[in-house]
T-cell receptor, first 116, second 112 residues
Framework: NAGVMQNPRHLVRRRGQEARLRCSPM?????VYWYRQLPEEGLKFMVY????????ESGMPKERFSAEFPKEGPSILRIQQVVRGDSAAYFC??????????????FGPGTRLTVL | SQQGEEDPQALSIQEGENATMNCSYK?????LQWYRQNSGRGLVHLIL?????REKHSGRLRVTLDTSKKSSSLLITASRAADTASYFC????????????FGSGTRLLVRP
């Protein structure tokens, strides 16, 4: 059973470009979470999605950031008009159906975004 | 408010010694989890302890939880060089049910 897959693993963008980060949850998992990690810091929650629904986006910056988890295909975290401060590692996690509070979240390897 | 603050921030020990890391938090929690992150890699889930549990073991890992003091500790016994990594505690608050709130981590170095 493959774990959480994220791609690309490394992404370099120039200021003003768009960044698209993809996450495929573990097989059978229907909850997806995105977290951001700045250097030397812990992870910060961004958004929680179920298929075709955004459940909680309280950790997402108000502008330029969006996330989706379509019926088919991976979850996408999209950052428009990137700025240097967006440089970070972005981690996706997934958990199985049911009450999410009782379940471990399984993390992917992350996408390291560098904005030049 | 920030949850899950670990201490120490950095810990250097000799192989074979025990390593103890502590985590404090501020609000009532549903559960507390410990993760390991090797440099430049993703997170590996180590152990989950629920608010009604006081201690859990997994191999060389021992986790305690004291809800009255709002603190947890992670003990790694008989450490190995391969245990070198950053260790994070993460809490799930009672009013959240899913949002993991991470501390800034303890960077453990195990010298061979």
């Amino acid at each position: 059973n493959a774990g959480v897959m994220q791609n690309p693993r490394h992404l370099v963008r120039r200021r003003g470009q768009e960044a698209r980060l993809r996450c495929s949850p573990m097989k059978g998992h229907s909850h997806v979470y995105w977290y951001r990690q700045l250097p030397e810091e812990g992870l910060k929650f961004m958004v929680y999605l179920q298929k075709e629904n955004i459940i909680d986006e309280s950790g997402m910056p108000k502008e330029r950031f969006s996330a989706e988890f379509p019926k088919e295909g991976p979850s996408i975290l999209r950052i428009q008009q990137v700025v240097r401060g967006d440089s970070a590692a972005y981690f996706c996690a997934s958990s199985p159906p049911g009450s999410p509070s009782t379940d471990t979240q399984y993390f992917g390897p992350g996408t390291r975004l560098t904005v030049l | 408010s920030q949850q899950g603050e670990e201490d120490p921030q950095a810990l250097s020990i000799q192989e074979g010694e025990n390593a103890t890391m502590n985590c404090s938090y501020k609000t009532s929690i549903n559960n507390l989890q410990w993760y390991r992150q090797n440099s430049g890699r993703g997170l590996v889930h180590l152990i989950l302890i629920r608010s009604n549990e006081r201690e859990k073991h997994s191999g060389r890992l021992r986790v305690t939880l004291d809800t009255s003091k709002k603190s947890s500790s992670l003990l790694i016994t008989a450490s190995r060089a391969a245990d070198t990594a950053s260790y994070f505690c993460a809490t799930v608050r009672m009013d959240s049910s899913y949002k993991l709130i991470f501390g800034s981590g303890t960077r453990l170095l195990v010298r061979p």
